[in-house]
C-alpha cells in the first residue's frame, strides 16, 4: 500500500479538548501516523473568528499542541506545528478565496449556525471565509486524505470542490483533490445533556461535555448525570434511545469492547451500572492523558522547540505548493 499525505488541525478556542476531538479525530491522527506521511497543525488563525484574549489565545495553542502529542502524536513520525508559524496558510487563503462563490460560501451550515448566534453585527468576515481558509490548510500540503468528525463533512466538499475547480481552470495536477477519513462509529459524539446534539468546545453549557483536562471526579459525576430514557434496557438504538447509543458508543471507542458484547454484558442491568461504569473507563483513561499533558506543559521551551521544527518542515512543503499555484494562476 503507498503511503498517503494526512493533514488535520483543531482550533485552540479552549483550555481543553473535549471527547468528540479525542475520539472523533485525534484517535485517527495517532493510527494513521503509521505508514503515511502525516500533518498535523493547531490552527490559531481560524480561532482569531472568535475574537480571543490575545494572551489566552497564547496559552491556548500550547495547550491544544500539548494535548495531540499527550494523545500520541509523534513528532518523531508526524509534522506538528501552529498554523500561524506558516504564512503561506493565509495566502492560499486569498488566493481561494477568489475562486470561491460568495453563494456557495453562504450555504456553510456552520456558517448559518454560528452567525445566527451572534448576529449580523457581530459576525465577522472571517467567519464568513472560515472554510475557504480550511481548504487552504488541507490543499497547501497536497492531502490525500482528512482525518475529522462528521461536522466537518461540507466542509471537506467545499475543498473538494475548490480543488476540482483549480484543476479545471488551470489545468490538471494544480492541485490533489482530498477525501474526508470520517469513522463513522465515532464520527459524531453528542452532548451528555442534549444527545440529539454535538459534544463541542463551544457548547452554551459544559454540563453535556466531557473536557479532558477537568478533574476527573467532575468528569465522573457528569457521565453519571448523563441524560437517558424512561425504558430499562441497555441497547445501542441511536433513534430511540440516543442518551444510551453515545454512552455504549464511548464506552466501545475506549475500550476495544464490540457494542454487542457491552450489550450482553450489561444484560438485565440498569442505566446506573452502565454509567458508573463508564464513568471508571473514562477515568482511568483521562488520569494518565492528563499526567502526560502536564508532562509536556510544564517544559514550554521542548514543547516551543518541537512546534517549531514542525512549522520549519511544513514550510518546505507549503512553498513549493504556493509556488506552483502562484505560476499558474499569473501571479
Ligand atoms: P469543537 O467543535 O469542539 O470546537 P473543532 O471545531 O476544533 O471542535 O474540531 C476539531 C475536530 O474534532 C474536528 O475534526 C471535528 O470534526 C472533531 N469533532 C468535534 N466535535 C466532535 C464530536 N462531538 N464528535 C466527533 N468529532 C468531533
Ligand atoms: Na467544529
Redesign the pocket.
Known amino acids: 500500500p503507498s503511503s498517503s499525505r494526512i493533514f488535520?488541525g483543531?482550533?485552540p478556542?479552549?483550555d481543553s479538548l473535549?471527547l468528540?476531538?479525542y475520539?472523533?479525530?485525534l484517535t485517527q491522527w495517532v493510527a494513521l501516523q503509521e505508514g503515511n506521511e502525516a500533518i498535523y497543525c493547531v490552527v490559531d488563525l481560524h480561532a482569531l473568528t472568535v475574537s480571543p484574549d490575545p494572551a489566552v489565545l497564547r496559552d491556548r495553542t500550547r495547550r491544544t499542541a500539548a494535548q495531540y502529542l499527550a494523545a500520541g502524536v509523534d513528532p518523531e513520525r508526524s509534522l506538528l506545528f501552529v498554523q500561524s508559524h506558516v504564512p503561506e496558510h493565509a495566502e492560499l487563503a486569498w488566493l481561494l478565496s477568489c475562486h470561491t462563490g460568495f453563494g456557495e460560501a453562504g450555504r456553510m451550515t456552520q456558517f448559518k449556525d454560528k452567525s445566527g448566534k451572534q448576529g449580523s453585527e457581530g459576525t465577522t468576515v472571517g467567519l464568513f471565509t472560515y472554510p475557504v481558509l480550511m481548504a487552504a490548510d488541507i490543499l497547501l500540503y497536497d492531502t490525500n486524505l482528512v482525518?475529522?468528525?462528521?461536522?466537518?463533512r461540507q466542509h471537506l466538499e467545499l475543498t473538494r470542490d475548490l480543488a476540482q475547480r483549480l484543476n479545471t481552470r488551470f489545468g490538471a495536477g494544480t492541485v490533489v483533490v482530498p477525501e474526508p477519513h470520517i469513522v463513522k462509529s465515532?464520527?459524531?459524539?453528542?452532548d451528555l445533556q442534549d444527545p440529539t446534539a454535538?459534544?463541542?468546545?463551544?457548547a452554551a453549557s459544559p454540563n453535556g461535555l466531557i473536557e479532558l483536562l477537568d478533574d476527573p471526579k467532575v468528569i465522573a459525576k457528569r457521565i453519571r448525570s448523563a441524560v437517558t430514557d424512561t425504558e430499562r434496557e441497555i441497547r445501542f438504538d441511536p433513534v430511540n434511545k440516543a442518551g444510551i447509543s453515545n454512552l455504549l458508543t464511548i464506552y466501545s471507542a475506549l475500550t476495544g469492547r464490540s457494542i454487542p458484547e457491552l450489550e450482553a454484558s450489561f444484560e438485565g442491568r440498569g442505566y446506573g451500572d452502565l454509567k458508573v461504569e463508564l464513568a471508571g473507563v473514562v477515568v482511568d483513561w483521562v488520569t494518565p492523558y492528563q499526567e502526560r499533558v502536564h508532562g509536556y506543559l510544564a517544559d514550554p521551551a521542548s514543547l516551543d522547540e518541537i512546534l517549531a521544527a514542525g512549522a520549519d518542515k511544513a514550510r518546505d512543503i507549503a512553498a513549493v505548493t504556493l509556488d506552483r499555484l502562484y505560476e499558474r494562476t499569473g501571479l
Request: charged share 20%.
Open positions: 488535520s483543531m482550533q478556542t479552549s473535549q468528540g476531538n475520539l472523533g479525530a482525518p475529522v468528525g462528521e461536522d466537518q465515532t464520527a459524531k459524539i453528542y454535538k459534544m463541542s468546545k463551544s
